[in-house]
């Protein structure tokens, strides 16, 4: 009796966290730790952060692999599993476009439509890390999932890199969340590296009223333009501009409620959480993520100075009273509305009355269809 009872103990201990943990386990549980620290501490994106780092942690719980318990991420019929094929199939991305589309509003670009150009030119991050990968022995397909990174559109990465490096995705996902959440700290630094006290106190003129009729034209000449272009982009561009129509509908208002709401948030905890749990140490813990990492921060800085650098040159060809304040450029990337709160902060710092709010959201949503037209182009050439 005494032999069965050791025996059975020895056994339950052969299970538990402590006998199968490793470095790497416990490093990847701090990061977690870390991330939830900066998301309630330092209130950087905790709707995004707190779940990716819960997530890390779930994911870096040790147990024995070859027990059969089917509880692990990559184990099939796995609760985790279940949750996880959401991002390895590509679904919730599209799912958090439409929540995207079904609250923007896209006026501030329909009235100024130049602004698109400046989402255009913060894309320049994105083929800039491309290149900058490929130099330093990426895969061209790995390159296109790290590229992505300089969109700043987590949902946009996870698309991607899901489809044409599923091995990077974690490293992928987590580094361009992280970079989002970084924005207040990343962009205002540029910025003002790149503009002069009289730039930075430029005073836009206030954008035209947008007709309903507008705005509703909108999401399907757009989603027509587009996805004629890059039909590969159709998933997220498709559903971004569902979601708009949704809203500028007059009709719809109770689904566009639940797509930007109930349903958007549902499919950011499942995100998030699967994200974070795909990072496993013996899978992020790598010199890889060290570089995909650092090609991030130069994306994204690269993304930034091109939308600033951008407007400069803009305002050399505009009246000087029609003149574009360049603290709008950095909200080119996809941050919505992150960077364009930072463009607006930033301005009201220098000048306590030139609110840029509005007229930043014009490149801010500008960069959401950007980073999937980005997206889809990559997809097309590499899938």
């Known amino acids: 009796m005494t032999d069965f009872i050791i025996n059975n103990l020895n056994e339950f201990l052969s299970y538990t966290g402590f006998a199968n943990a ?8 701090c990061v977690g730790a870390l991330l939830i620290w900066l998301a309630i501490k330092k209130d950087f ?26 509880i692990g991420l990559y184990e099939k019929n796995s609760v985790l599993n279940i949750f996880y094929q959401g991002v390895k199939g590509g679904w919730y ?13 896209f006026s501030a670009l329909i009235s100024n439509p ?24 990426f895969a061209p397909n790995q390159a296109a999932s790290i590229a992505i990174i300089g969109g700043a559109d987590g949902p946009t990465a996870i698309f991607l890199s899901g489809k044409l490096c599923p091995a990077l995705m974690g490293a992928v996902t987590v580094c361009a969340y992280s970079y989002m959440a970084l924005v207040p700290v990343i962009q205002p630094f540029v910025m003002r590296l790149l503009t ?14 947008v007709s309903q009729t507008e705005r509703i034209l909108f999401p399907i000449i757009g989603l027509l333009l587009t996805t004629f272009i890059v039909p590969s982009g159709l998933p ?29 948030d549902i499919v950011v905890i499942l995100l998030g959480l699967t994200v974070g749990c795909s990072t496993q140490a013996s899978e992020f813990l790598t010199i890889d993520t060290i570089k995909i990492f650092a090609l991030g921060a130069f994306a994204f800085i690269i993304a930034t100075a091109s939308g600033v650098l951008f407007v400069k040159v803009m305002n050399l060809f505009l009246r000087s009273d029609n003149k574009i304040n360049p603290l709008i450029g950095n909200a080119g990337v996809s941050a919505v509305p992150m960077a364009a709160r930072i463009s607006n902060n930033l301005g009201l710092e220098y000048d ?3 609110y840029l709010l509005m007229h930043a959201m014009g490149p801010n949503v500008a960069g959401v269809i950007g980073s999937a037209v980005a997206a889809g182009t990559l997809l097309g050439f590499f899938s």
């Open 22 to 29: 490793s470095w790497g386990n416990i490093i990847m549980i």
């Open 45 to 70: 994106e905790p709707l995004l952060l707190v779940p990716i780092g819960l997530g890390i942690i779930l994911g870096n719980i040790p147990f024995k692999i070859d027990a059969g318990l089917e």
């Open 93 to 105: 991305p599209p799912l958090v476009f439409l929540g995207i589309g079904a609250m923007t509003d």
């Open 114 to 137: 130049k602004l698109v150009l400046i989402g255009a030119a913060a894309q320049f991050g994105i083929f800039g890390a491309y290149m900058t990968a490929l130099a330093l022995g």
């Open 196 to 209: 002069t006290k009289k730039e930075r106190v430029i005073r836009m003129k206030p954008g035209r009223k």
């Open 236 to 264: 997220l561009l498709g559903m971004l501009f569902f979601g708009n129509l949704l809203r500028e509908s007059g009709k719809t208002s109770r689904l566009a409620k639940t797509a930007s709401n109930a349903l958007n």
């Open 352 to 354: 306590r009355h030139n």
